[in-house]
Every structure is written in C-alpha cells, then in structure tokens.
C-alpha cells in the first residue's frame, strides 16, 4: 500500500495542492490518491498496478512527459531508478517535488545526497520512512545513470529491471535445455529479451511472443531481440485470456517477488497460464530457483512434467499434455 505519510504535507497544512498538473510516481495502488486533483497523471508502467489504477478511473502513464505544478516520487528498490526518478520529476516540474519512501527502501541516503544539493523545504519521518519536498531545480545527471545502457554483457538494460547487469544465472540453465524447440512459442516474463534471442537463435522456431509486465524492460527487449518473428506485448502473465491460436512451446524464468518478500503464487500462476497457452503437444520449460514449491501446480495443470535438471540452485521443468 502507498505508505500514508505521504499524506502528511498535504493533511499538515505545510503544502497546498495545486489546482491541477499534478504527478505521482510509482504509486503502488490506489490509497490516497484521491487528494490530486482530477488532471494528476500517474506513472505507473508495471502491468498489474498500471491496470488496477486504470480501472479506478485514473490516468495512468507508463513513462509522463509534460509540465507540472507539483509532483511526487515514490522510491522504488533502485537507488538509481529512484534518483534518476527524482530528477526528471525536478526537471517536469514547475513547483514542489516530493519525494517518499521506506529505510528499507534507501530513503535516509536519497535525502542525505538531496541536502548536498538542494535546500529540502521539510521532512516528515512516520512509518519506518521520511517524506521530503524541495522546490525542483536542476539536478545532476541522476537521468543519465537510470537511463539505458548497454550492460557488460553487451544488452541493453536499465537500473530496477531484473538482472540488469547481468546475464541471469537462472535463464542461463535454460539454455542447454532449449535445442528442438520448434514452430510457434511464447516467452513469459520475457524481461529484457535475453532468453528470448537464444529462443531465436533456433532454426526451427517460426515466431516468439514476449510478454512482460515492465514497461521499461519490454522496451529494453525491443532494442535486444531485433527479429521479425518476434512480438511483443505488455501484459500481466498471471491474468492473461486464453488465446485464440494455441503455442507449441512456453519457455519461463517467472520472478518471485513483487516486494522484497517471496511470492511462489506468482510462478503457480505462470504454470497456469502456460497450460491455458499450449496445444496438446506443446511444452514448457521453465526454471526455478531451488526452494520454490511448484511441483504440486505442475502436476494440477499437466499431465506429465519431469525434472530435467537440479542443483541446490536451481531446477529445470519440462511439462506437456497440458489439462485443459
């Protein structure tokens, strides 16, 4: 839930809403919003969120652009995600700019690197968090660093995307696994492409649908995977319809987590999907990491799964027959 010290300025008579023009960043849900004025914007670009604040009525971006009287920056795990947060909202920004977060979530050193900068106007700690507001200013190029980048293995990534730096370890224990794959296929939770070009690399596959729910690593994957059999989609993998035309094959490294806790009902959803995805004969492969329970949500949904491979890391799924 959007902590609700964020509130505090607004219910403390420190700060006056602005009229109009207003922007949010990153909100997580839809608690209160309703302060804004009608024309706020919200910037949300990870599918299941951005749906749901849709849905209530909002105006949901998943990148803003524009002028505005005052905005709002909630911190995201990324340090520098959320620097590079703060300083196109300063730089959007005729006004405030707020900035609100958990300990957890670094807000103690956001603020201490702000103070070297700018004069923070007020702090307001509550909840195991602070929320600050400066009048927006320049800043240093905070954007540049959260902008995306080539990573050293030579991908297109940015900062707060899932193993932006690297090669996931997980995706890469697929990769022996993936030889006969042929025909049409879908990669869920494609993030930024990596699984997907290997996916291509094969002769035999004639199209691949990457489907993620991060805006901005879907935009990475366009600029990684650069092939007409490939398509891409921003969708929520675990609410996603069955499709008209059934696949011969899924491949998946599902995340297990939204938040920092561990969510194993995140990948027993993909498992679900993909069975709803795949024609008699097609396959899943999918990895997971070691302590995540999935065998019994394979064994609703197909009828026979095995495991290929397993470590005290890792372990490799394959599944077909799909229970319709």
């Known amino acids: 839930m959007n902590d609700p010290r964020f509130l ?44 749901t604040l849709s849905q209530a009525g909002y105006t949901v971006e998943p990148r803003a652009e524009g002028k505005f009287s005052l905005s709002l920056v909630h911190l995201t795990r990324s340090k520098v995600e959320s620097l590079g947060n703060i300083a196109r909202a300063a730089r959007m920004s005729d006004g405030l700019v707020l900035v609100n977060g958990a300990k957890t979530d670094g807000i103690e050193s956001v603020l201490k690197q702000l103070k070297k900068i700018v004069t923070v106007d007020g702090v307001i700690s509550k909840s195991h968090g602070k929320v600050f507001w400066f009048k927006a200013c320049a800043l240093p190029n905070w954007e540049g660093a959260a902008a995306m980048h080539k990573n050293p293995a030579g991908f297109i990534t940015a900062a707060g995307m899932f193993s932006s730096e690297k090669i996931d370890p997980g995706s890469a224990r697929l990769l022996p696994h993936l030889q006969g794959l042929k025909g049409k296929g879908a990669d869920l939770g494609a993030g930024w492409g990596w699984l997907s070009k290997q996916v291509l690399d094969l002769p035999d596959v004639t199209a691949l649908e990457l489907i993620e729910a991060d805006f901005d690593a879907l935009e990475a994957a366009r600029q990684n995977v650069i092939d007409p059999r490939a398509s891409f989609h921003w969708l929520d993998v675990t609410n996603l319809p069955k499709p008209r035309d059934l696949f011969d094959f899924v491949v998946s490294n599902p995340p297990f987590h939204q938040t920092r806790k561990a969510d194993p009902d995140i990948g027993k959803a993909f498992i679900k999907t993909a069975a709803s995805m795949l024609k008699p004969s097609g396959r899943l492969l999918m990895v997971a990491n070691r302590h995540l329970p999935y065998e019994a949500t394979l064994e609703q949904y197909f009828k026979r799964w095995t495991t290929l491979e397993q470590d005290g890391q890792f372990k490799i799924f394959e599944a077909t027959r799909s229970r319709k």
């Open 8 to 51: 505090l300025p607004f219910e403390q008579g420190l700060i006056d809403m602005p009229s109009s023009n207003v922007l949010v960043m990153r909100p997580v849900d839809g608690f209160g919003l309703h302060i804004f004025p009608d024309q706020t914007v919200l910037e949300q670009g990870f599918k299941p969120i951005q749906k």
